[in-house]
């Protein structure tokens, strides 16, 4: 396959990946918030950590208002990482390259961005917030489930899993280091209420709720939540889960090409780092650096993919 092909595949489903993930942040800020009683425009700062837009935020905007931070996550122009931006992304990555698409696939991703950019038309007000999230979280739905039910699971296929969980794991590695370290007003909130409230609120926002009463049952602790959501192996938006799919891809390509890369030692070296250790060691070592070594590990990988399917020539 040739590097533009393939960087076009790489790229579209990792914007169609980031969209989803911001919507569903900004869902996410929307519940925290409204367990705060006091400042609850400060919570957004840290939503936009999460997003890693804050401090491209702050060159645009004087101060962080709950309206201010939702337009600049779901429609800003200037911030690359908006939903209406990734979608635009997505689109124009699929236009590159269209011929290595199903009809299906392509007819899927225009009407989600002709649905979601006039959906984002004019700022969204906050009776109205559900409804555009659900419709983007079901537009990109559809675009990936398009993706599973016609395409050949070929190379063209390969590419686009890696980049659907590339930006999946890193998403998570950031919604779980945020919460663990800002989302909290004091140390004197862990294990309270408000505690409980918003790591169950990160559990909605990645659609692990249902999931993970099926498995730990009713009680919502920190342990089981991290657990679920970093090591378990049966969760679709779990970081072992994501990394495996990465490492599988890559694996098949390989096999495909009959080439090993320095990526895919990058991606085995990952995946080990997950069935090397269980929760409790991850916290010993210390969840915040345990994160921040898979957040730079991930950030290496997507490169060195790059560079070993040469996307630049």
């Known amino acids: 396959m040739l590097g533009k092909t393939a960087n076009g595949l ?10 989803e993930n911001t919507s569903r942040l900004v869902e996410t800020g929307q519940r925290i918030a409204l367990t705060r009683l ?11 950590q999460t997003g890693g837009v804050a401090k491209a935020y702050k060159r645009h905007h004087e101060a962080v208002t709950k309206e201010g931070a939702i337009d600049w996550m779901l429609r800003a122009k200037e911030n690359p990482s908006s939903v209406l931006s990734a979608i635009s992304s997505a689109r124009q990555n699929a236009r590159v390259v269209r011929t290595a698409l199903t009809h299906d696939v392509w007819e899927a991703m225009n009407g989600c961005y002709m649905e ?21 979280k079901d537009r990109t739905a559809l675009v990936r489930g398009t993706t599973q ?14 980049g659907t969980f590339l930006e999946r794991a890193d998403n998570i590695a950031r919604i779980l280091d945020v919460k663990y370290y800002v989302l909290l007003p004091s140390t004197y909130s862990v294990g309270s209420s408000i505690d409980n409230v918003q790591w169950e609120t990160i559990l909605r926002a990645v659609s692990a709720r249902g999931g993970f009463r099926m498995v730990h049952g009713g009680q919502v602790g920190p342990r089981d939540i991290a657990q679920f959501l970093v090591l378990d192996r049966k969760m679709p938006r779990s970081l072992d889960f994501s990394v495996t799919k990465i490492r599988d891809n890559l694996e098949y390509l390989a096999f495909d090409y009959g080439v090993r890369h320095p990526s895919h030692d990058l991606a085995e070296a990952l995946k080990q780092r997950f069935t090397a250790h269980d929760i409790d060691a991850i916290f010993d070592y210390g969840l915040h650096e345990f994160l921040q070594d898979v957040l730079g590990a991930l950030s290496e990988l997507g490169r060195q993919i790059e560079i070993d399917y040469r996307f630049y020539e």
Do not use: C, Q
């Not at 790489?10 to 969209?19: D, T």
């Not at 039910?149 to 890696?162: E, H, K, S």
């Open 10 to 19: 790489f790229w579209m489903y990792r914007y169609l990946e980031r969209a």
């Open 38 to 48: 006091d400042s609850p425009d400060d919570e957004w700062h840290s939503v936009m």
């Open 116 to 136: 979601v950019k006039a959906a984002l038309s004019r700022r969204v007000n906050e009776r109205d917030l559900p409804a555009v999230i659900d419709l983007i």
């Open 149 to 162: 039910g016609t395409l050949l699971r070929n190379d063209i296929f390969n590419f686009a899993r890696i």
